[in-house]
T-cell receptor, first 116, second 113 residues
Framework: AQTVTQSQPEMSVQEAETVTLSCTYDTSESDYYLFWYKQPPSRQMILVIRQEAYKQQNATENRFSVNFQKAAKSFSLKISDSQLGDAAMYFCAYRAYGGATNKLIFGTGTLLAVQP | SQTIHQWPATLVQPVGSPLSLECTVEGTSNPNLYWYRQAAGRGLQLLFYSIGIDQISSEVPQNLSASRPQDRQFILSSKKLLLSDSGFYLC????????????FGPGTRLTVT
């Protein structure tokens, strides 16, 4: 069964600095998708960035980028120029390619604090 | 644009009482729908998913059930709540084809006392 591990329960970063959140996963599949979701205090889950496993190029969305290492099964999120609004719980998620469920398998999350 | 609604936003129910949480999606047709539960300090766990009206699959056996009486309506129910049912319940949707992203509703915080 696939699993997702986030080994950093909490992280802190100074405003305008860069922070990297770690995520590792375990799967025997070769095709899959990976996501980072943000959950602010409102608790709504917001999609931050996605990565297709067949793509070698790392995904980037404005200040958010990933470092996808397929062989190492690692998928870290880098937040550049951190802003106060980035403070939230961040979840890494895995989704298998194809299949009827298309369910997301989540890690336990990393709580990010942004210090002014 | 598509929007997803959930209600109620907050609910406090005694043990043994029934439950009905509702999720509706606007601006799309024939979506795949999902119910997730988030326990305190943990990630999300998939409870049910649906690929169409009256087509429900359960991921975790428990005292909860789900129904999809209309294309864009997804209901989570229980006949008798347990203390362990407390948590944050999130509904999500995905278009049926050509998309692999799920979009989440605002959630319902359920406290069973």
């Amino acid at each position: 069964a696939q699993t997702v591990t986030q080994s950093q329960p909490e992280m802190s970063v100074q405003e305008a600095e860069t922070v990297t959140l770690s995520c590792t996963y375990d799967t025997s599949e070769s095709d899959y998708y990976l996501f980072w979701y943000k959950q602010p205090p409102s608790r709504q889950m917001i999609l931050v960035i996605r990565q297709e496993a067949y793509k070698q190029q790392n995904a980037t969305e404005n200040r958010f980028s990933v470092n996808f290492q397929k062989a190492a099964k690692s998928f870290s999120l880098k937040i550049s120029d951190s802003q106060l609004g980035d403070a939230a719980m961040y979840f890494c998620a895995y989704r298998a390619y194809g299949g009827a469920t298309n369910k997301l398998i989540f890690g336990t999350g990393t709580l990010l604090a942004v210090q002014p | 644009s598509q929007t997803i609604h959930q209600w109620p936003a907050t609910l406090v129910q005694p043990v043994g009482s029934p439950l009905s949480l509702e999720c509706t999606v606007e601006g799309t047709s024939n979506p795949n729908l999902y119910w997730y539960r988030q326990a305190a300090g943990r990630g999300l766990q998939l409870l049910f998913y649906s690929i169409g009206i009256d087509q429900i699959s359960s991921e975790v056996p428990q005292n909860l059930s789900a129904s999809r009486p209309q294309d864009r309506q997804f209901i989570l129910s229980s006949k008798k709540l347990l203390l362990s049912d407390s948590g944050f319940y999130l509904c999500a949707w995905r278009t049926g084809y050509g998309s692999y992203e799920q979009y989440f509703g605002p959630g319902t915080r359920l406290t069973v006392t």
